[in-house]
């Protein structure tokens, strides 16, 4: 009982505390940008520029892996339209990223019965050779048991058959999965998507290979065939497989992070960050990830221009490349802006879907994180009220790091990313057009008041 | 007024009418099914014998296109497994069938970007040359605007984007398309999936040649897909394709319908087929098209012979061969039992998934309906209570109408079915266990009575 009760007075304490946060913080800086900000979200929810920019991205260019030369033209086509839109210092930051070519792959059931299964290979993955690499099959739904067994290991397909229970438990299966298996004398590997049951979809996504131990091609399966192939190993049938990959790692290319400004009006050397990636996986169209997320960040810029809004401080757009097998933009960015990190008043990635928002995680201090929920308040018509005990994203991690600069992320309703992620089937059509005005609506009233505001993010009033 | 009133009194009378029906039946031979059908219906849904056969067959065999070797070595085990279930009269019927092989296939998009795009050939669509069709896209949304744009098609790769609205309105395009733009001088033919949006999921199938028009390669693109390029189209956007088919249809080979029977204990000569279609397109693992058919029509004979019930009439199970692109199986019953097909009492078909059954269509006279009707209401443990105005199915037509004979189909809940109609997701998880066995119960309980009952099928009481 004792314990119950001090669990309740926490639970009570901790909402007088939520509530108190705001109540507590002197109101009149927000009140001025109650006007300002109810016309940005009018405006974003009633236009339909972004989305027709997004949809013809995606449609036109279709997916962006790095290296490709659908990335490349997709960074050309948007320096030139950011320049159409009028904004200022637009520039591509060159980055050497990785050229991983696909080429074609397969997976075919040889015993019992010849039969094609669908597959992607994983990204980063050796290939094989041209013949394929042709073996028995053993199923593992763990590294334990793949541990336990792993005298069966030796010159077999390793499937590792682990159910999805989010993207953080299962996605180690994924990266560390194919060198595990190697290590136990697997000749390659094949594991369950990492994502919830689909159309027969497989999800590629990015592995690591482990210094030490042979590389070995790795692919992921439809949850389906994972589920069967477990049902026939069970049943003790003898499943033997062909993998075929050409899959194969190029010398590094040239892409570009691309940067788009509003120079601040009178604080230009401070920064706010807002950003997505450009570059996606080579199946899909890359719409939710992270072609949404990218648009809309654009979108903040496009918008305070065309509404004549120019802030304080400097909005700067960072579309990044290389987030999916790389991190190449991220990194260069933290290197090439290490002088000035100390000037970022916060960076926004918005590389969650553009479902419906729901609100902001950001990671600060104590007063930017009362100040950024004050101004959420004002972004109740998009959805976007709440924030969320931390934020952050894959592109502006390292900077955030290195310049401990206040981080925020775009949250929405995530109930559909993860069917789509890194599959075929991410494509526009799975994002209602709605959602994506009310994401772009919320990131740029948000942006614009932390760039506008009097004081600086994490600073109390008065102490500028 | 008058025909609001008109129309209250017409519900009226056609309830009560309804309701008569059955009460005018005399229940009698009825109650002396109320037990035993009790039994069956419970042992169906408390034994998972039926379930592990489906998994089997879709795990091991995968997909059975005619002409397939996974076909003919499906066709191989069921028999072996009906002799082993203790079946009588087991046999393969041999059925000539076309032998149309996919090959390797490709959609590209060359302009305005580089872009491989999802699709499956339609079935028995001609191939094309080894280096592909080259061409600029043409979208209509219809025949009518086919029609009105018909110059424009000349030189073309013609893609139908036409909406899905239910099977029926929509699948012309995909039978009849082909050949409909090849008159209008289109060089290839796509067409946006019969079916609901899926995962971009293309959806194959059957197409119709027309004589006199040339024969042009014709593939089904995801409803994603054909949304992207009709934006593209609608924008101005060039568009041109690369299509490249390997598909060949080969010299007809042997195949056959599968047979087992339970022999009637007092009028062998009187037939009950109950069937579903073994075969089924070349991707996923037609399990809902038809595996669970076949496997449930099956299963009635053997939860018979478990149970150690053998009724007054014959119950014989086919397996029908060639369903998909020809229907040669159906058309070998109907001429090899041409001669007594007038001793057909009922031929029961299960081709629209085993979901969660909702009762039966029926074709046949009044009497018949009735009775029918009565057997249906002893099947409310399993849903299937409900009897449609109308039923049948493809592989049992030729012989239904040849013979006069009264048609039954399995009604299941549709909502599912054409979402993996055709499709690499037609696979065994798409179905849940619980309504497969309530389909199984449905059908053997139904089957049971009408090859058990004192009179014949669509015969008053006392007339036999």
Redesign the interface.
């Known amino acids: 009982m004792r314990s119950l009760r001090g669990a309740a007075l926490t639970v009570v304490l901790l909402f007088v505390c939520a509530l108190a946060v705001p109540l507590a913080q002197p109101a009149t800086w927000l009140e001025t940008y109650r006007e300002p900000i109810a016309h940005i979200l009018r405006t974003a929810q009633a236009d339909d520029f972004a989305w027709r920019r997004l ?2 991205l ?6 962006r892996l790095s290296g490709s ?2 990335l490349a ?1 997709a960074i050309e086509w948007a320096v030139e339209e950011m320049g159409a839109d009028g904004l200022e210092n637009v520039r591509k930051d060159p980055v050497m990223v990785p050229r991983w070519v696909r080429g074609r792959e397969s997976l075919e ?1 040889l015993l ?4 094609s299964l ?1 597959m992607l290979g994983l990204g980063m993955s050796v290939g094989t050779p041209p013949n394929g690499i042709e073996a028995d099959l053993l199923v593992v739904d763990s590294f334990v048991e793949l541990e336990r067994r792993s005298t069966e290991a030796q010159g077999k397909i390793v499937l590792f058959n682990v159910p999805y229970r989010g993207y953080g438990p299962t996605v180690a299966y994924r990266v560390n999965g194919p060198s595990q298996a190697a290590a136990a004398g697997a000749v390659a590997v094949l594991i369950r998507s990492v994502g919830p ?5 497989p999800h590629t996504g990015m592995l690591i290979y482990r210094d030490g131990v042979p590389r070995i091609p790795a692919a992921a399966i439809a ?3 994972a ?2 192939l477990a ?2 190993a069970a ?1 003790g ?1 003898r499943v033997r497989l062909r993998l075929a990959m050409e899959a194969t790692l190029h010398p590094d290319v040239e892409s570009a992070n691309v940067i788009a400004e509003i120079r601040g009006r009178e604080r230009p050397d401070e920064i706010v960050v807002v950003s997505g990636h450009f570059d996606s996986w080579d199946v ?2 890359g719409a939710t990830d992270d072609a949404g997320g990218a648009i809309a960040a654009w979108e903040v810029a496009r918008l305070l221009k065309s509404l004549q809004l120019r802030p304080r401080r400097t909005i700067r757009v960072v579309l990044f490349t290389n987030e999916e097998n790389g991190l190449r933009g991220a990194i260069d960015y933290r290197d090439r802006y290490a002088a000035t990190l100390g000037q970022h008043v916060l960076m926004v990635e918005s590389d969650a879907g553009v479902f419906a928002p729901v609100g902001f995680g950001f990671t600060g201090n104590d007063i930017g994180r009362s100040q950024v929920t004050a101004i959420a308040s004002l972004l109740a018509s998009t959805g976007a009220t709440r924030i969320a005990a931390s934020g952050g994203g894959a592109d502006i991690g390292p900077s955030v790091v290195a310049g401990r600069v206040p981080a925020m992320s775009l949250e929405v309703d995530g109930s559909k990313y993860f ?2 992620h890194h ?3 991410d ?3 799975k994002i209602e057009p709605a959602d994506f005005a009310r994401c772009v609506a919320a990131l740029t009233g948000m942006a614009y008041v932390v760039a506008d505001m009097p004081q600086r993010l994490g600073e109390a009033v008065g102490t500028q």
């Open positions: 949809t013809y995606t449609d036109t260019f279709g997916s030369s659908s033209a059931m019992p019965q010849p039969q669908p049951e689909g159309m027969r979809t949850v389906e065939d589920a069967r049902r026939m049943r049938q899909g169209a069917l789509v599959t075929a089937a494509m526009v059509d």
